[in-house]
T-cell receptor
Framework: DAKTTQPTSMDCAEGRAANLPCNHSTISGNEYVYWYRQIHSQGPQYIIHGLKNNETNEMASLIITEDRKSSTLILPHATLRDTAVYYCIVRETSGSRLTFGEGTQLTVNP | GAVVSQHPSWVICKSGTSVKIECRSLDFQATTMFWYRQFPKQSLMLMATSNEGSKATYEQGVEKDKFLINHASLTLSTLTVTSAHPEDSSFYIC??????????FGPGTRLTVL
């Protein structure tokens, strides 16, 4: 699976949009981009995933660049409860393994 | 939907004893379940992948005789840490895979070995 690169930490003001970047420059055509988050001392929570089109659900939006080498997770109106480690993971369409990197610690400040 | 539970949520045991952790998919059938371990301030590390009715596949460096995995049904997988030692103290997390290869995670089990 392709390696991903994320910033170690980010801060965001409550109520503002949180934009979390992820680089996956070696991604191949059959690999999806997945986003999970982990609130302290809990199991990871699925957020969203996509292949090449932008995606939106009730939690977030995923913007994937046209060359697919990077993506951005957008939390439109961050709340204090969104403080967590966010993991960007690339996985083959035919595979099932998820390889977690170090992720981004997002801190939402009041 | 897609709820995964783990039991117990935390356990403290003496060195040398064995501990069993259960992982259940509550509202779906999971042909594949995964076990992860997470040490403080580190990311999740995949330990093994188990498919219902067959032997688990362990990641390199994970001792299969120490971490026994049983996937007896489509909704239950167990991880038994045998002869636990303080260095096995960690946060153990399972996930269950759906037919479309989505993974949903349990809440984790905090193991402390004294």
């Amino acid at each position: 699976d392709a390696k991903t690169t994320q910033p170690t930490s980010m801060d965001c003001a409550e109520g503002r949009a949180a934009n979390l970047p992820c680089n996956h420059s070696t991604i191949s055509g059959n690999e999806y981009v997945y986003w999970y988050r982990q609130i302290h001392s809990q199991g990871p929570q699925y957020i969203i995933h996509g292949l090449k089109n932008n995606e939106t659900n009730e939690m977030a939006s995923l913007i994937i660049t046209e060359d697919r080498k990077s993506s951005t997770l957008i939390l439109p109106h961050a709340t204090l409860r969104d403080t967590a480690v966010y993991y960007c993971i690339v996985r083959e369409t035919s595979g099932s393994r998820l390889t977690f990197g170090e992720g981004t610690q997002l801190t939402v400040n009041p | 939907g897609a709820v995964v539970s783990q039991h117990p949520s935390w356990v403290i045991c003496k060195s040398g004893t064995s501990v069993k952790i259960e992982c259940r998919s509550l509202d779906f059938q999971a042909t594949t379940m995964f076990w992860y371990r997470q040490f403080p301030k580190q990311s999740l590390m995949l330990m093994a992948t188990s498919n219902e009715g067959s032997k688990a596949t362990y990641e390199q460096g994970v001792e299969k005789d120490k971490f026994l995995i049983n996937h007896a049904s489509l909704t239950l997988s167990t991880l038994t840490v045998t002869s636990a030692h303080p260095e096995d103290s960690s946060f153990y997390i399972c996930s269950a895979g759906t037919g479309d290869r989505m993974q949903f995670f349990g809440p984790g089990t905090r193991l402390t070995v004294l």
